[in-house]
């Protein structure tokens, strides 16, 4: 499997997307699934499903309003409800729907409209109707998210409603040519980030303002959405508390981030650890011991292994500091990537070791470390996303992580410059060598130091 990105432009000089055929594709991989199933219908409220099957968007603004909506039957081509003026603009330029497939069609929001306004009962008539003109309304309808009214309103409609996030999760998992190179694409964009992020980290930027210069970058090379970036640095980085602050980076600090972002609706995440200026020998031995439970994993990844089997060389939580697998979940883990940041499979000793998924060719995911140092307040964290092959797995995420990057200034003293291994302590920095040390340091290198 050859993994290529290209120019961010449509052109007529080589053969880069075929969008038509990813849109294929993922409604073909569905319309099978389904066919198989038990179920008569599929009835999709969250984006990204809406967007595998209709290949329609709208702006990840709407992801939390629960208002669209898109039906599948069996053995027919979907039917999307949408927001409002959506619904025309979809009609006019989403010709793959069909004609009449792009409707207007609004929930509750959440809850938003008042009940008595009777919006939930609106969308379970009409998928009713949908249903009863196609004689499935006696079939099992697969949902995959639903506000409680709407679920209710389906019910009293006659419809019976059922899980349908297994089957979306099943078609989404296994990524088509296109998808590979959508979603390696993302990562050099996230690559482009991490470049900037090593060129400007230094004492006195802020946690926000590395956000900034992040998001920039990937904004101008063409992200449709920046889900979150994850800034931690200092002492807020054991334990990981998944977030940024205003905090203001300081000489020796660690710094990790994660960066998730979409590129076309195929999401990143990619974490990378940095130290500013140096970093301590318990720094540098917590991001080896990172990178070594990761490469462990990694080596690992070939079809027909599991998701057990990979989980099984991660250290226990009990290892490094937590009291059981659920407090430590996600710090050593594994998931799926693609429209969603985390989809089939899941790497995890909380569910892996007992409820393994076979690793498939064709399966993007990422996977993910952690380890604490043993000063009590730092910690690495490494991410790589993968695609795997026939063989084995290729890494799509390039920006270097072999060893522990120092980023920001070197600095040089009058003796040379000043190690990018040090410890952190003022008093440590900077006390001169007496000769015991010199001693000392020479007889560890196996040398004699002469006394005049």
């Known amino acids: 499997m050859a993994l290529k990105t290209f120019g961010l432009m ?29 179920l008569g219908a599929l009835l999709c409220f969250d ?24 039906l599948l039957p069996r053995g027919d081509d979907p039917i999307n409800w949408d927001f409002g003026s959506a619904a025309r603009h979809h009609e006019l330029y989403c010709s793959w729907l069909g004609e009449g497939r ?3 069609g609004i929930s509750t929001l959440r809850g938003a409209m008042l009940p008595a306004a009777g919006r939930a009962e609106d969308v379970a008539r009409k998928v009713r109707v949908e249903l009863e003109a196609r004689d499935l309304l006696g079939e ?21 409603v059922v899980d349908g996030q297994q089957l979306m999760q099943e078609a989404r998992m296994i990524k088509t040519q296109e998808e590979i190179t959508l979603l390696t694409t993302a990562c050099m964009m996230v690559d482009a980030a991490y470049e900037e992020l090593y060129r400007i980290m230094r004492p006195g930027l802020k946690e926000s303002e590395c956000v900034a210069a992040a998001a920039k970058v990937l904004l101008e090379l063409g992200s449709e959405h920046i889900d979150g970036i994850n800034a931690i640095s200092g002492e807020r980085c054991s334990p990981h508390p998944h977030n940024y602050t205003d905090r203001v980076l300081r ?13 076309n609706g195929y999401r990143t995440c990619y974490y990378r650890t940095f130290v500013i200026g140096s970093g301590s020998r318990a720094q540098v031995d917590a991001y080896r011991r990172c990178r070594e439970y990761l490469d462990a994993s990694i080596s690992l990844i070939k079809p027909g292994l599991t998701t057990g089997d990979v989980a099984s060389v991660w250290p226990a939580a009990g290892e490094f500091g937590f009291s059981d697998e659920e407090a430590a979940f996600a710090l050593q883990y594994g998931h799926g990537v693609g429209l969603s940041v985390w989809e089939k499979p899941v790497f995890s000793r909380l569910v892996s070791l007992d409820h393994p998924e076979v690793i498939e060719e064709g399966m993007v995911f990422a996977l993910e470390t952690f380890w604490p140092a043993a000063d009590g307040w730092s910690a690495a964290r490494i991410e790589e996303q993968l ?3 026939a063989e084995g797995c290729e890494i799509i995420t390039r920006f270097p992580a072999e060893e522990l990057m120092v980023a920001g200034r070197r600095y040089y003293t009058a003796g040379g410059p000043l190690p990018t291994t040090r410890e952190t ?21 196996g040398e004699t130091v002469p006394i005049s």
């Open 10 to 38: 449509g052109v007529d000089y080589e053969e880069r997307i075929d969008f038509d055929r990813l849109r294929r594709e993922r409604l073909a991989r569905t319309k099978a699934l389904l066919a198989e199933s038990e």
């Open 47 to 70: 984006m990204p499903n809406i967007r595998y099957v209709t290949s329609t968007h709208i702006g990840m603004w709407a992801a939390d309003k629960v208002a669209r909506f898109a």
């Open 102 to 104: 792009s409707r207007a």
């Open 140 to 160: 099992p309808v697969g949902v995959d998210v639903v506000e409680p009214p709407v679920l209710f309103a389906l019910q009293r409609e006659g419809i019976d």
């Open 251 to 263: 000489p020796g600090d660690p710094a990790y981030f994660d960066i998730i972002h979409s590129y």
């Open 387 to 389: 695609v795997v092959t």
């Open 425 to 445: 302590e003022s008093h440590l920095n900077t006390r001169r060598p007496t000769i015991d040390d010199v001693i000392a340091s020479a007889a560890a290198e």
